[in-house]
């Protein structure tokens, strides 16, 4: 990051500051281009509020690296509801007592990168001695989240795994009472199973009943939609490179947020699959992904928009090698960045229409996927949104 702006800044200053000089009169120093990726009335969106409360313990193997694998194309598929919503992402991972840990709860967010660093770092262990600690989970994921209050929102539980619940802790909220409270506060809880242990069928079918959700079946790993392209590895690199196109500005602790944020974008672009990179970029794409790409206090966007004015911004608050330069310079910066992301995202958009048309194609070459992790999970949404105001017109996911 700091080699490409110290780059950009060398091409301003080399730049003759007369052919600036009507960019720099405009907008805060910039002229704005684009409509603005973050739609400025978002806090009057529809919202979705959606936690995965996910076995870990050794059995689950499969499943966990299906949802590495997956989360991103689940987040384009709410993305593509009508009108299209804020997204958050939470999660519950869980085990038993006596295990590593009996729960651990990442909280909602809209910064999915975020969340789903911390899901790269899940690891199927322990278990193995039949029921787990459900109870705990789904009690930590009613109770320990911070659930939107905005009225209409489409709040949503998730529960996957493949054992029942003990039953038999005499200092444990049982799943009935959690349930009744999450009826209360608005929230659906679904269960899908993961396997065919008979012991564990009965008690999701009733947790699904009791939390107005939904019960379904898939097999031990999930059986999810899982096809290589031959778009996603250009897909990926261009995303990486529209990543290093975000600059910050703020105070030390925003900054330091801001620190964090970039952090888990460089962890998953070292550590994650080309596919699933490439699926992190067709979300990001959306407009629903554009919170979760640019975060808060991102400059290019917020002065190429109009809403905020690069003068009136303290030079300590600006990236350190913007800092020393002249207004000039500064918006020299901010308009060649500007430039470079929108073509970077003209050619990942044209792709990724590319990449989904590819998959639409194989899987209908294939006969479908109805019974996929990736459909039962859509045509739930589909089903729940749906009585909200939320629209979903397509036959299929997003892959």
């Given amino acids: 990051?700091?080699?490409?702006?110290?780059?950009?800044?060398?091409?301003?200053?080399?730049?003759?500051?007369?052919?600036?000089?009507?960019?720099?009169?405009?907008?805060?120093?910039?002229?704005?281009?684009?409509?603005?990726?973050?739609?400025?009335?978002?806090?009057?969106?529809?919202?979705?509020?959606?936690?995965?409360?996910?076995?870990?313990?050794?059995?689950m193997g499969g499943l966990i690296q299906a949802a590495k694998e997956k989360i991103w194309s689940i987040a384009t598929t709410l993305a593509s509801a009508q009108p299209a919503p804020e997204i958050r992402m939470g999660l519950v991972a869980y085990r038993d007592r006596g295990d590593a840990y009996v729960t651990r709860v990442v909280d909602l967010s809209g910064d999915l990168d975020s969340m789903y660093a911390t899901l790269m770092d899940f690891k199927a262990d322990g278990g193995g001695d039949g029921p787990e600690s459900v109870n705990q989970a789904l009690h930590d994921a009613v109770h320990e989240v911070s659930w939107s209050q905005q009225a209409g929102t489409y709040k949503v539980v998730f529960l996957v795994g493949d054992a029942p619940p003990h039953m038999d802790y005499t200092n444990d909220v049982k799943y009935p009472d959690t349930l009744r409270a999450a009826k209360a506060k608005g929230i659906v809880v679904n269960a899908i199973q993961c396997g065919q242990e008979g012991d564990t069928t009965p008690a999701w079918q009733r947790i699904a009943k009791l939390g107005a959700g939904r019960y379904f079946q898939v097999e031990q790993a999930g059986n999810a939609v899982a096809i290589a392209t031959p778009y996603d590895?250009?897909?990926?690199?261009?995303?990486?490179?529209?990543?290093?196109?975000?600059?910050?500005?703020?105070?030390?602790?925003?900054?330091?947020?801001?620190?964090?944020?970039?952090?888990?974008?460089?962890?998953?672009?070292?550590?994650?699959?080309?596919?699933?990179?490439?699926?992190?970029?067709?979300?990001?794409?959306?407009?629903?992904?554009?919170?979760?790409?640019?975060?808060?206090?991102?400059?290019?966007?917020?002065?190429?928009s109009g809403r905020v004015d690069l003068s009136s911004i303290d030079k300590d608050q600006l990236p350190a090698p913007m800092q020393a330069m002249a207004p000039e310079e500064q918006a020299a910066v901010i308009s060649e960045t500007a430039e470079q992301r929108n073509e970077l995202k003209r050619q990942i958009d044209e792709l990724t229409k590319e990449r989904a048309?590819?998959?639409?194609?194989?899987?209908?070459?294939?006969?479908?996927?109805?019974?996929?992790?990736?459909?039962?999970?859509?045509?739930t949404v589909r089903e729940q949104a749906g009585k909200l105001g939320l629209s979903y017109d397509a036959d299929a996911p997003a892959y």
């Fill in 1 to 59: 990051m700091k080699s490409k702006l110290i780059a950009l800044a060398l091409f301003a200053i080399t730049t003759a500051t007369v052919a600036l000089l009507p960019a720099y009169r405009s907008v805060g120093g910039v002229t704005p281009a684009d409509p603005p990726l973050v739609d400025p009335t978002a806090n009057d969106r529809s919202r979705i509020d959606v936690v995965f409360v996910l076995d870990t313990t050794g059995s």
């Fill in 233 to 304: 590895e250009k897909i990926a690199g261009l995303s990486e490179k529209l990543d290093d196109t975000r600059l910050y500005y703020g105070t030390p602790e925003e900054k330091e947020k801001q620190r964090r944020k970039l952090e888990a974008a460089d962890k998953l672009h070292a550590a994650s699959s080309v596919a699933s990179l490439a699926r992190r970029a067709t979300f990001n794409a959306s407009k629903s992904g554009a919170a979760n790409f640019l975060g808060e206090g991102e400059l290019v966007e917020e002065v190429t």
């Fill in 357 to 379: 048309a590819y998959l639409n194609r194989k899987v209908e070459e294939a006969g479908g996927a109805r019974d996929s992790l990736d459909d039962q999970i859509y045509h």
